[in-house]
């Protein structure tokens, strides 16, 4: 398989490469392409969690269970907030 790389991206790798990050292209493509399998990994784990969830909420609402929808902002915007805390 041959690939072909903006200037830009090729910039960038040469620039780690000089830094010492990576011993050669091969390498730095090799590392971003086990960060993106990682994070293929980590949706799709998302993904299947979420859907388990939204199953779980649409049994709980056939079953005439309801919840207040002010209260599921209230969690969810606590939520958002707690991820970002950790991102920073």
Same mark, same amino acid.
């Given at each position: 398989?041959? /690939?072909t790389?903006?200037p830009?991206?090729?910039?960038?790798? $040469?620039s780690?490469?000089? !830094?010492g990050?990576?011993?050669?292209?091969?390498?730095? /493509?090799?590392?971003?392409l086990r960060?993106?399998?990682?994070?293929?990994i980590?949706?799709? $784990?998302?993904?299947?969690e979420? !859907?388990k969830?939204v199953?779980i909420?649409?049994?709980?609402?056939e079953r005439g269970?309801?919840?207040p929808l002010?209260?599921a902002?209230? *969690?969810?915007?606590?939520?958002l907030t707690?991820? *970002?805390?950790t991102q920073?």
């Amino acid at each position: 398989m041959n /690939i072909t790389l903006k200037p830009e991206q090729e910039q960038f790798i $040469q620039s780690q490469i000089e !830094r010492g990050i990576f011993a050669n292209a091969e390498e730095a /493509i090799a590392a971003a392409l086990r960060l993106l399998e990682k994070q293929s990994i980590s949706y799709e $784990q998302w993904l299947k969690e979420t !859907r388990k969830k939204v199953e779980i909420g649409q049994a709980h609402l056939e079953r005439g269970e309801k919840f207040p929808l002010e209260v599921a902002f209230e *969690r969810l915007d606590k939520k958002l907030t707690k991820l *970002r805390e950790t991102q920073q």
